[in-house]
C-alpha cells in the first residue's frame, strides 16, 4: 500500500456522521471521519511500513496520522520522530494514538518522565499515559517509581490543564490495580483528591471515579482467579 491508495481509502471510509462525533471530541477539520474499526483493517493491510506511516504523519489529515501511530515501526522510533510528532498534537484523540505507539517504544520511560512535566496540554497527557501504560506493562520498575508519582498526582492533578487531569486520573487507576500494595497507597490518595472535574465538552464521556474504578477492577480480577482455580481444582 502506498500513501496514495491509503489516502484514498481513508477518503473512502470516512463518514458526515464520523466526522461530527470527532469534531466535538476536538478533532479539527482536516479529517476523513473514519471509525477505528476501519482504521484498525487497514493497519492490518499496511503492517508495519514505517516508511508509510511517516507520510501518512505528514499529510496533517487527522485520520491519517492515527492510521501512522498503527503502521510505525516502535524498533525506528528515535527521539527526534518522538519530538516531531509530539508537537503535532492537537487534539486529545491523537494524543492517545500517538500516546499507544510511544509506550512501545525504547523511550517509553524516558519521554514518559520528561513530558509529565511539561505545562502544555498534550504533552502532559501523553506524558500521563505513558505512565499509566508502564504500570500496567513493565513489571521491573519498583513499586516507589510508581509511589512517588502518586504525590505528584495528588499535589497537582486539581491544577493542571483539563485533559491533563483526564491523564493523571487515568494513571492513579493503573498505578492502584497494579498490585495490591499500590492499591492501599493509590487508594488513600484518591480519597484525599476528591472529584476530578474534566470538561469532555459535547459529549456523553465522563471522569471514572478512581477509588471506585479500582476497586471494581480489582474485584473482577480476584472473581476470575478463584473461578480459574476451582475449574482447575476439578481436573
Same mark, same amino acid.
Given at each position: 500500500?502506498?500513501?496514495?491508495?491509503?489516502?484514498?481509502?481513508?477518503?473512502?471510509?470516512?463518514?458526515?456522521?464520523?466526522?461530527?462525533?470527532?469534531?466535538? =471530541?476536538?478533532?479539527?477539520?482536516?479529517?476523513?471521519?473514519?471509525?477505528?474499526?476501519?482504521?484498525?483493517?487497514?493497519?492490518?493491510?499496511?503492517?508495519? &511500513? =514505517?516508511?508509510?506511516?511517516?507520510?501518512?504523519?505528514? $499529510?496533517?489529515?487527522?485520520?491519517?496520522?492515527?492510521?501512522? $501511530?498503527?503502521?510505525? /515501526?516502535?524498533?525506528?522510533? &528515535?527521539?527526534?520522530?518522538?519530538?516531531?510528532?509530539?508537537?503535532?498534537?492537537?487534539?486529545?484523540?491523537?494524543? /492517545?494514538?500517538?500516546?499507544?505507539?510511544?509506550?512501545? $517504544?525504547?523511550?517509553?520511560?524516558?519521554?514518559?518522565?520528561? !513530558? #509529565?512535566?511539561?505545562?502544555?496540554? !498534550?504533552?502532559?497527557?501523553?506524558? !500521563? =499515559?505513558?505512565?499509566?501504560?508502564?504500570?500496567?506493562?513493565?513489571?521491573?520498575?519498583?513499586?516507589?517509581?510508581?509511589?512517588?508519582?502518586?504525590? $505528584? %498526582?495528588? /499535589?497537582? #492533578? =486539581?491544577? *493542571?490543564?483539563?485533559?491533563?487531569?483526564?491523564?493523571?486520573?487515568?494513571?492513579? #487507576?493503573?498505578?492502584? #490495580?497494579?498490585?495490591?500494595?499500590?492499591?492501599?497507597?493509590?487508594?488513600?490518595?484518591?480519597? *484525599? %483528591?476528591?472529584?476530578?472535574?474534566?470538561?469532555?465538552?459535547?459529549?456523553?464521556?465522563?471522569?471514572? &471515579?478512581?477509588?471506585?474504578?479500582?476497586?471494581?477492577?480489582?474485584?473482577?480480577?480476584?472473581?476470575?482467579?478463584?473461578?480459574?482455580?476451582?475449574?482447575?481444582?476439578?481436573?
Amino acid at each position: 500500500m502506498d500513501i496514495q491508495e491509503a489516502m484514498r481509502q481513508l477518503e473512502e471510509m470516512g463518514t458526515a456522521q464520523n466526522r461530527k462525533v470527532y469534531a466535538r =471530541h476536538g478533532v479539527r477539520d482536516n479529517m476523513f471521519g473514519v471509525s477505528f474499526a476501519n482504521l484498525n483493517k487497514l493497519a492490518k493491510a499496511a503492517r508495519k &511500513d =514505517h516508511s508509510l506511516a511517516l507520510e501518512l504523519w505528514a $499529510t496533517g489529515n487527522h485520520d491519517a496520522r492515527v492510521l501512522a $501511530t498503527m503502521a510505525a /515501526d516502535p524498533s525506528r522510533a &528515535d527521539e527526534s520522530l518522538l519530538e516531531e510528532w509530539l508537537a503535532d498534537l492537537d487534539s486529545y484523540v491523537i494524543t /492517545d494514538a500517538f500516546s499507544g505507539f510511544a509506550g512501545k $517504544t525504547a523511550l517509553a520511560q524516558e519521554k514518559g518522565e520528561q !513530558w #509529565i512535566d511539561s505545562d502544555e496540554e !498534550w504533552p502532559g497527557r501523553a506524558g !500521563w =499515559h505513558l505512565l499509566a501504560n508502564l504500570a500496567m506493562k513493565n513489571q521491573d520498575l519498583p513499586d516507589v517509581y510508581f509511589a512517588d508519582y502518586l504525590k $505528584t %498526582i495528588e /499535589d497537582e #492533578i =486539581h491544577t *493542571r490543564k483539563n485533559r491533563v487531569r483526564d491523564a493523571m486520573n487515568n494513571a492513579l #487507576i493503573a498505578i492502584g #490495580i497494579r498490585n495490591s500494595a499500590l492499591e492501599e497507597q493509590a487508594l488513600a490518595a484518591a480519597a *484525599r %483528591i476528591g472529584k476530578v472535574e474534566v470538561d469532555h465538552g459535547e459529549t456523553g464521556c465522563k471522569t471514572p &471515579d478512581a477509588a471506585d474504578y479500582i476497586r471494581r477492577t480489582l474485584e473482577r480480577r480476584r472473581q476470575k482467579a478463584a473461578a480459574a482455580a476451582e475449574k482447575a481444582s476439578r481436573r
